[in-house]
Structures are given as C-alpha cells and as structure tokens.
C-alpha cells in the first residue's frame, strides 16, 4: 500500500512532466541561459525521477517476498520443536540435560520463566518496598528465534542420548534447517537495506538543492512567469503545479 510520502514523491513527477509538456508547447519562446532549465536537462532529470520510483516500487516487492518467504519458513518450528523436546524427554537424557533444555524450549516458544504477575500482586509487592521489574522478554524476534535455535542445537550436541530415527529430528538436518533460516532472516536485513538505499536516491532526485527536480521545476515555473508575465495564459499553465520537498 503506498504511503502518503510515495503518492507526495509521485505527484511531483507527474507535475515536472505536465511542466515539460507546457515547456515543449511554448517552442522557441522557452529559450532560459540556464542549461539545467533547458528541454534536454529537465527531460533527463524526470527520466531519472522516473526511475527512481520504478526502482523503489521494485524493491519494495523485493522486501514485501523477503518478509513473505521468511515468515513461511518460521510458521511451522513452533510444531518442530514441541517434536523435538517429546523425543529428549523419550530419550534416556539425564535429569539435568532436562531442565537445561527445558529453560530453552522455554524461550522458543515465548514463554515466560515466571507466571506475570497481576496488577493487584504488583501493587501489594510495592507497598512492602519490593521492587517489581517484569520487562516483555518473549523472544520471538527472529533474531532471537534463530539465535535460540541454535543454542537448542549446540545444546542437543552435547546430549548424547538424543539420537532419532525420524530424519526431520536429527542434527544434522536440524542444522541444515538453522542455516535456511538465518539465510531467509539475512535476505529481508538485506532487502530492506537496498529499499532504504533507493528510498534515499529518490529523495536526493527531488530534493537536493539547485539542481533537484523540485527547486528545478520551481525555477522553471519563474522563468515563465518572469517571461510571460504573471497574468499570462503561459504562466497560468504552471501556475498551479506544485512541487514540494518529501522526505
């Protein structure tokens, strides 16, 4: 869905490509010293208006498949690893191996250590001069949901009695799963870096001062009006398209 800065930043270029068309109408009387007020300079500058939306557009559906790809791929680990903690406890693992992976499975499924407490119990703990700190710590970034992954894997390694026979269970194709997964989170970071880089090439299109197509388009708009006159039907053309810096 575009935004109200992608339709501001599209609203200029379809004004600078109406003011070409007026600046093409008017001929040879269109006739500025400025080179980057000439026909050739703002036809070049709208071209690259022009592409860079096209190029913004592109990499937003780039990010829009990244995120879409990524969130496929984790929909289903909450399942895999509510498997995998059944067949450790199925397992001869040691009392201990237990409770260590009980506080990770813990932390993959966003759950808490401790029960929250009720606003009731917190105000009773306050007025006995206790100090009450219950912070969200669900983990369920994807950051954290990979980074707690393969702590559950580096932990099962060290579990010798954890050894299935289902392949989707095993280490190693547990590992292969962990490397997919941190590929997939890696390629939105990555995608919303290059989206974020042609965001910034489109601004800089428009709004750098002197020779963006907004001051430019502005300059033009005066040197009609400072040929024609402000009461002209040549400046009236232009009078009303409006060009305005975006961030």
């Known amino acids: 869905m575009a935004t109200n800065s992608d339709i501001n930043h599209a609203k200029n270029v379809t004004n600078f490509e109406t003011l070409i068309s007026v600046v093409v109408s008017l001929g040879a009387t ?3 010293s400025k080179d980057s007020l ?4 703002l036809q070049t500058l709208h071209s690259a208006a022009t592409d860079s939306m096209t190029a913004l557009k592109n990499a937003e ?3 829009a498949t990244a995120v879409d790809t990524r969130e496929l791929a984790f929909k289903s680990i909450g399942s895999l690893f509510t498997r995998i903690n059944n067949a450790l406890k199925a397992s001869n693992s040691t009392v201990q191996a237990d409770d260590t992976a009980k506080s990770i499975f813990r932390k993959l499924h966003g759950k ?3 029960a929250k407490l009720t606003e009731e119990q917190k105000a009773i703990l306050l007025a006995e001069g206790k100090e009450v700190n219950q912070n969200s710590n669900s983990q369920m970034g994807y950051d954290d949901r990979v980074e707690n992954f393969e702590s559950l894997i580096s932990f099962l390694q060290t579990v010798p009695e954890y050894n299935p026979n289902e392949e989707e269970l095993k280490i190693t194709t ?3 799963l962990l490397s997919d997964l941190k590929a997939k989170n890696i390629s939105v970071m990555q995608n919303r870096i290059a989206e974020d880089t042609v965001r910034g090439l ?3 299109v428009q709004n750098t001062p002197l020779t963006g197509l907004v001051d430019i388009a502005n300059d033009v708009k005066s040197y009609i009006k400072s040929v024609f006159g402000v009461n002209s039907t040549q400046y009236k053309l232009v009078s009303k398209l409006r060009f305005v810096k975006f961030k």
Do not use: G, V
């Open 61 to 63: 559906s780039a990010t």
């Open 112 to 114: 808490r250590a401790s």
């Open 38 to 41: 000439k026909l050739p300079a």
């Open 202 to 204: 489109r601004k800089s």
């Open 30 to 32: 269109y006739n500025p």
């Open 174 to 176: 547990l590992q292969a």
